[in-house]
């Protein structure tokens, strides 16, 4: 069984840097892609970015140039490094993945959530 581990959340002040860190653990022969989403309190969840196997990465409008996802594939592990923390980046960040076993693809997997609190 495939589980999603995340870790790097926390309190940063505005202008401060926070790296995200999403391990895939169990039976995994490789990864089609990861990403981050996130949801603030009285909103939807929303992507924040995601990485495939052949490095092609989205992001959403509000954190281009600021955020970086990259992917390690020895390790099953995504990174999100976020720079230039606002106010507006407060919310839980759920890491996602599909990964393929070996013996099937296992889609829409989702972490537990990290916390993150953007505040002076």
């Known amino acids: 069984q495939v589980q999603l581990v995340e870790s790097g959340g926390g309190l940063v002040q505005p202008g401060g840097s926070l790296r995200l860190s999403c391990v895939a653990t169990?039976?995994?022969?490789?990864?089609?892609?990861m990403g981050w989403y996130r949801q603030a309190p009285g909103k939807e969840r929303e992507l924040v970015a995601r990485?495939?196997?052949?490095?092609?990465?989205n992001y959403a409008d509000s954190v281009k140039g600021r955020f970086t996802i990259s992917l390690d594939n020895a390790k099953n592990t995504v990174y999100l490094q976020m720079n230039s923390l606002e106010p507006a980046d407060a919310a839980v960040y759920y890491c996602t993945a599909d990964v393929w076993t070996g013996r099937a693809n296992e889609y829409d997997l989702w972490g537990q959530g990290t916390q993150v609190t953007v505040s002076s």
């Open positions: 990485i495939n196997s052949v490095d092609e990465r």
């Open positions: 169990g039976s995994i022969f490789s990864i089609n892609k």
